[in-house]
C-alpha cells in the first residue's frame, strides 16, 4: 500500500513557475515507476510525466516538454514536478500516481493516487 500526498499548487502569473511536491509513505518507493497527471474543468485526465524507480528515465507530455521537469529523491520518498513558463492552459488539479511495474502515460496502469493539488495560472 502507498499513500501519496500533493503540495505545492496555488495561483502564479503566466509566466511564472512552481514546484510541486508528492510525499509517498511506504518503504518500497523506490521500486514505484511515478507519474504526474491533470484534470482541467470538463476535460478528462491527462497524463503530464513519468519517471521510474531508479530515476533513470523520464518521458513527458509533448505539451510540457522543455517547460516541465520530473524528478525524485528516494531517499525523501518523495517526487517532484519543477513546472517553468506556465500559462493559463496549465490550470489544473495535478495528480501523483504510482504504478508498480513500467513506467507508463496510462492512468489504468497506476494503482495509487494522491488527493491531488491546484494549480492555477491567471493571464
Known amino acids: 500500500q502507498v499513500q501519496l500526498v500533493e503540495s505545492g499548487g496555488g495561483l502564479v502569473q503566466a509566466g511564472g513557475s512552481l514546484r510541486l511536491s508528492c510525499a509517498a509513505s511506504?518503504?518500497?518507493?523506490?521500486?514505484?515507476?511515478m507519474g504526474w497527471f491533470r484534470q482541467a474543468p470538463g476535460k478528462e485526465r491527462e497524463f503530464v510525466a513519468a519517471?521510474?524507480?531508479?530515476?533513470?528515465?523520464?518521458y513527458y507530455a509533448n505539451f510540457v516538454k522543455g517547460r516541465f521537469t520530473i524528478s525524485r529523491d528516494n531517499a525523501k520518498n518523495t517526487v517532484y514536478l519543477q513546472m517553468n513558463s506556465l500559462n493559463p492552459e496549465d490550470t489544473a488539479v495535478y495528480y501523483c500516481?504510482?504504478?508498480?511495474?513500467?513506467?507508463?502515460?496510462?492512468?489504468?496502469?497506476?494503482?495509487?493516487w494522491g488527493q491531488g493539488t491546484q494549480v492555477i495560472v491567471s493571464s
Open positions: 500516481a504510482a504504478a508498480p511495474r513500467n513506467l507508463s502515460t496510462r492512468l489504468y496502469e497506476y494503482d495509487y
Open positions: 511506504g518503504r518500497t518507493f523506490s521500486t514505484y515507476a
Open positions: 519517471i521510474r524507480g531508479s530515476g533513470g528515465s523520464t
